[in-house]
């Protein structure tokens, strides 16, 4: 599977951190992330990528910031990105199953390490349920086209 990473300056071994345990796995990571602690704008990486999940040039995405907060408001601006802010497994494993989320945000200054490398797991483990969800997910996609719902 082909994981978006993602991450500002306060993320960089964060970032580094899990691109190795997930590569270890198998997952192939590109990097969208600055790699320096020089300081930079959290947008950027956002969008960077929500537009290689939103393009299906990746299949799912992580970002890292400080919180995991600012850089997952920028990529939830674009069209058919579902970014969720988790700080736990359970809401990270949930947020596929029900919301359809292609994005796992989490905050580099809010959780270890050992912490992230579960949250990841139970994202990228957990499968979309469809059925009684569908009809919410479609319900978000038509406040991003303007539908009245
Ligand atoms: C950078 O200082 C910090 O604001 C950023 O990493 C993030 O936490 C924003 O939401």
Same mark, same amino acid.
């Given at each position: 599977?082909?994981?978006?990473?993602?991450? @500002?300056?306060?993320?960089?071994?964060?970032?580094?951190?899990?691109?190795?345990?997930?590569?270890?796995?198998?997952?192939?990571?590109?990097? +969208?992330?600055? @790699?320096?602690?020089?300081?930079? @704008?959290? $947008?950027? +990486? !956002?969008?960077?990528?929500?537009?290689?999940?939103?393009?299906?040039?990746?299949?799912?995405?992580i970002?890292?910031?400080?919180?995991?907060?600012?850089?997952?408001?920028?990529?939830?601006?674009?069209? !058919?990105?579902?970014a969720a802010?988790?700080?736990? $497994?359970?809401?990270?494993?949930?947020?596929?199953?029900?919301?359809?989320?292609?994005?796992?945000?989490?905050?580099a200054?809010?959780?270890g $390490?050992?912490t992230?490398?579960?949250?990841? @797991?139970?994202?990228?483990?957990?499968? +979309? /349920?469809g059925?009684?969800?569908?009809?919410?997910? /479609?319900?978000?996609?038509?406040?991003?086209?303007?539908?009245?719902?």
């Amino acid at each position: 599977m082909k994981i978006a990473i993602g991450n @500002d300056h306060t993320a960089v071994e964060m970032k580094n951190h899990i691109s190795e345990y997930l590569s270890a796995k198998g997952y192939t990571i590109v990097n +969208y992330g600055t @790699d320096t602690e020089e300081r930079v @704008d959290y $947008p950027v +990486y !956002g969008k960077r990528v929500a537009d290689a999940v939103a393009s299906g040039t990746c299949e799912l995405g992580i970002l890292i910031c400080g919180t995991g907060i600012g850089i997952s408001l920028a990529a939830n601006k674009v069209k !058919g990105i579902r970014a969720a802010v988790c700080s736990e $497994p359970y809401s990270a494993m949930m947020t596929r199953r029900h919301n359809d989320s292609n994005i796992i945000a989490f905050g580099a200054r809010v959780v270890g $390490p050992a912490t992230a490398e579960m949250i990841v @797991d139970a994202f990228l483990e957990a499968e +979309y /349920e469809g059925g009684r969800h569908a009809r919410r997910v /479609e319900m978000i996609e038509g406040i991003e086209n303007g539908k009245e719902i």
